[in-house]
Nanobody, 122 residues
Framework: QLQASGGGLVQAGGSLSVSCAAS????????MGWFRQAPGKEREFVAA????????YYADSVKGRFTIARDNAKNTVYLQMNNLKPEDTAVYYC?????????????????WGQGTQVTVSS
């Protein structure tokens, strides 16, 4: 089970950190990803990290502003979001990949958290 937390309301230009803790099993061998879904839009890829944390990949829209990290000892993945924009408003979901390697494709993720709301006001 994946439990996302840390969402909230922030002004444009501000920062927010969300985290995703796994319970019941370990995902230390799995790639992990963050996706988001805004109202009326499809779920989209945000960031991913490989099993060791040594490889990361970002959507162009968040590159340079968001940072994904993981702590396998704590079975937790993080997403630090800086310089937030109103268009970043969405429900953010964490997911565990079916393999160890970074991927941007939704079907490559087999375990999903429940999502946490991030709202950026202008």
């Amino acid at each position: 089970q994946l439990q996302a937390s840390g969402g909230g309301l922030v002004q444009a230009g501000g920062s927010l950190s969300v985290s995703c803790a796994a319970s019941g099993r370990t995902f230390s061998s799995n790639a992990m990803g963050w996706f988001r879904q805004a109202p009326g839009k499809e779920r989209e890829f945000v960031a991913a990290i490989n099993w060791s944390g040594g490889v990361t990949y970002y959507a162009d829209s968040v590159k340079g502003r968001f940072t994904i990290a993981r702590d396998n000892a704590k079975n937790t993945v993080y997403l630090q979001m800086n310089n937030l924009k109103p268009e970043d408003t969405a429900v953010y979901y964490c997911a565990a990949g079916r393999s160890s390697w970074v991927t941007t494709r939704l079907p490559d993720y087999g375990y999903w958290g429940q999502g946490t709301q991030v709202t950026v006001s202008s």
